[in-house]
């Protein structure tokens, strides 16, 4: 029995009350869901009814130990780097029903080579070990049904690398580690609602992370695509698997867990829920050998946009489709998405909480305030004010809106994709300035098996996507450019990379002079008042960066006009 005639599937994590699961329905026809149980009994006696579930649990006790515990423990720790130490060494099965710890440490020392003692965390697991093993032991049914799985490396997994950031410093929860968790969770397919939720009362955070872990390892086991270590898996005296489970990302995937994380219908319906709540821009059509180029030319104006860019677009798809807690929405921004959270965020009766960078644009930094957020000082560049952004939402429950790193704004911004080819139906290419990659991500999907080409342009000084493309993976680049406060991202992350790799056909860098004479063209020739990162893609053309065909129909991109009025001033003096 596999896929969608499984119906109900779980990922199980234990927590402060017993056991937190999370539900997913592989008929699609509900929405994943998570509640807390006491015990396993109450967990497969309910609704829904399960067909398969991966645990963080070790399953199948051997009775003896050679090495540094398990087969499945030691096969897995040298995937993890630094999160080897998360994989606990688990002892024989006299050990693990030991009644006291004395007599777990006698019976471990006993029937281990070398001897090992027990870890006092290690025995705190053991009645959780006893009451799957008893279940499994009682009800045969269930052993080819409940699958051990660990967290660190499903998320490895779904990386693709050992992660960055720990999950936890010195017991505390570490806001970046649950951040990168997140981003990863949310790649693999799973709705922000869940995702972003806050835990049920009994279950910490980080529970049900890994419980949402686990549930992307039973998707792709129910789909056939389990990879377990061992494999194949051994038994241990009493018949149970002892293997550690996790996917094969080399296999095709799941399209529930879909390999395009932002399809067209997501898009489509984000058109539909942000109509009304966002403008629809014009197009200026130049014609042939406009900005003496070969090509024939059209200027998509966003800059036009609500709160000054095309940032609404995936600021209102957040807020119209994820439930918002009382605290409300923060986001971490070097302007404009922080002025469009504000201003949908105002426009929905939403409280903002807004962290920028020292390095804002004092023009942006009012127009948020202007919009009625509470504006926070978050660090000198943008990665400083995302941690503060990042420990502020682990600290009250509120929403966090990523400006790049999440489906909700991803889909957002391809609704401009979306409304682009309907007034202009006969692109052969766009061209689309690119900072954290949020909106060549939307449009590039929305795009993604037609025959537009979609080009990245960064500055020359702010290259994460391009580099992420060269790497095979986001990696983190320095930034120095004068369009940073908008295009100044250090990493892509995984999400962004995961869209774009195989939709858009190169990034074309640009440099800063360029994108400093595409604002003052835009402003001599159009009285477009429009900053740097919304000139970038036009300065590309300028500049040769990007050389179209005589004749091709180029559309360009001119993405934000919160632009600094004294130093536009100074640019066309």
Known sequence: MTGAAMGWIAGVDGCKAGWIAAFCDLSGAQSPIFRVFPNWSALLAGAPVLGLIAVDMPIGLPDRIAG???????????????RQSSVFSIPSRSAVHAADYAAACEMALATSQPPRKVS?????????????????????????????????????????????????????????GMAER???????????????????????????????????????????????????????S???????????????????????????????????????????TPVMRLGTGAFDSRADVSLKLECLQHAGSFKARGAFNNLLSLDVPAAGVAAASGGNHGA??????????VKATIFVPEISPA????????????????????????????????????????????????????????????QEPDLDTVLVAVGGG????????????????????????????????????PVTVTVASVAADSLGARNVG???????????????LVPDAAITEAQRVLWRDFRLAVEPGGAAALGALLAGSYKPQPGERLGVLVCGGNVDLIKLAEITA
Request: glycine share 10%.
């Open 68 to 82: 540094s515990g398990r087969g499945p423990e030691q096969a897995v720790r040298a995937l993890l780097g630094e």
């Open 120 to 176: 006092k965390q290690g025995f705190h697991l053991f009645p959780r070990i006893r009451e799957i093993d008893a279940l499994l032991r009682a009800d045969p049914g269930w052993r080819e049904r409940i699958f051990e799985t660990h967290p660190e490396l499903a998320f490895r997994t779904m990386r693709g690398a050992p992660l960055i950031h720990p999950k936890k410093i010195k017991g505390a929860v570490n806001p970046a």
């Open 182 to 236: 997140r981003a990863l969770l949310l790649a693999a397919g799973l709705p922000a609602g869940i995702v972003h939720a806050r835990p049920p009362q009994g279950a910490a955070a980080d529970d049900l992370l890994d419980a949402l872990a686990a549930l992307v390892v039973a998707r792709h086991i129910a789909a056939g695509r389990g990879k377990p270590f061992p494999d194949p898996p051994g038994r241990d």
């Open 238 to 280: 009493h018949g149970l698997p002892i293997a550690i489970w996790t996917f094969d990302r080399s296999l095709a995937q799941d399209p529930a867990m879909t390999e395009k994380p932002v399809p067209r219908p997501m898009i489509e319906a984000a058109a539909d829920r942000i109509a009304g709540h966002v403008r629809t």
């Open 340 to 349: 469009a959270v504000a201003y949908a965020a105002g426009k929905r009766g």
């Open 363 to 422: 023009a942006k930094v009012e127009a948020i305030r202007r919009f009625g957020a509470d504006v926070r000082i978050g660090g000198a560049q943008y990665d400083d004010a995302q941690a503060a952004c990042d420990r502020f939402v682990a600290e009250t429950g509120a929403l966090k809106i990523h400006p790049f790193s999440a489906r909700e704004t991803i889909a957002g911004q391809g609704t401009l994709g979306r409304e682009w080819q309907r």
């Open 438 to 473: 949020g909106l060549i991500s939307g449009i590039a999907a929305w795009f993604a098996g037609t025959d537009v080409k979609v080009v990245g342009v960064e500055p020359e000084g702010s290259r994460a996507l391009q580099a992420a493309l060269e790497a095979k993976g």
């Open 494 to 508: 995984q999400l962004v990379y995961d869209v774009c790799k195989d939709t858009i056909d190169h990034v074309a």
